[in-house]
Each structure stands twice: as C-alpha cells, then as structure tokens.
C-alpha cells in the first residue's frame, strides 16, 4: 500500500487548506485513516481520524470544530479541510492507515504517506 499526501502550501493565519490521502497499490480492506502532524522540533501527534465507514471521527482538542476529516472509498481519498488555519498549526502533515490498534498512536499505523508541510504565517 502507498499513501500520497498533498495540498499542503503557505497561508496566512485565518485561511484554509485541504490535505488529501490518496491509497494506491494493494489497498486494505476496513482500515482506519489518520492525520499526524510534526512540528520543527516536536513530537509527531495525532490530528484526526476517520473509520473505514466514515461514520466515526475523532479530533484532537487543538483542531476541534477548525478541521473536518472526510473519505471516500471509491476514490481511495482521505481528506482533511482545515479552516480557520493559525501559525500553531504549522507542521509537516502526514497520513496514515491502520487496521488496528491505537488511533492515537503512531507506532500502531503500518502505512503512511510521505508528508506534506503546511506554513500559517502571522
């Protein structure tokens, strides 16, 4: 399986971005996609998730009611709408997949795209 992650770019602080996953090869059945972020210097932590289904999500405090995260099967597509965007939120932004395990926890995610940064200026 390969995760391509794009869509990053520069905005100013208060604008939007949309981050797309797009999963390729021998897809897996029933996994769960997620959005990690890693700042110069930080930890890589946990944006949001989305089921398999979609019909379950969950956000990190910091981007809660700012991002949504959607999906759709068909087109193999994970995306991540970020509003309201503010210079915290700077990061290189990755997407990962699992079948199991934590979704707060990276080590748990066998799949994972190659990154894409997102500059917020002030």
């Known amino acids: 399986v390969q995760l391509q992650a794009s869509g990053g770019g520069l905005v100013q602080a208060g604008g939007s971005l949309r981050l797309s996953c797009v999963a390729s090869g021998c897809t897996p059945s029933r996994y769960t996609t997620s959005w990690f972020r890693q700042a110069p210097g930080k930890e890589r932590e946990f944006v949001a998730c989305?089921?398999?289904?979609?019909?379950?999500?969950y956000y990190s405090d910091s981007v809660k009611g700012r991002f949504t995260i959607s999906r759709e099967n068909a087109k193999n597509t994970v995306s991540l709408q970020m509003n309201s965007l503010k210079p915290d939120d700077t990061a290189v932004y990755y997407c990962?997949?699992?079948?199991?395990?934590?979704?707060?926890?990276?080590?748990?995610?066998?799949?994972w795209g190659q990154g894409t940064q997102v500059t917020v200026s002030s």
């Open positions: 989305i089921s398999w289904s979609g019909d379950i999500t």
């Open positions: 990962a997949a699992q079948r199991s395990g934590s979704i707060y926890d990276s080590s748990d995610y066998a799949y």
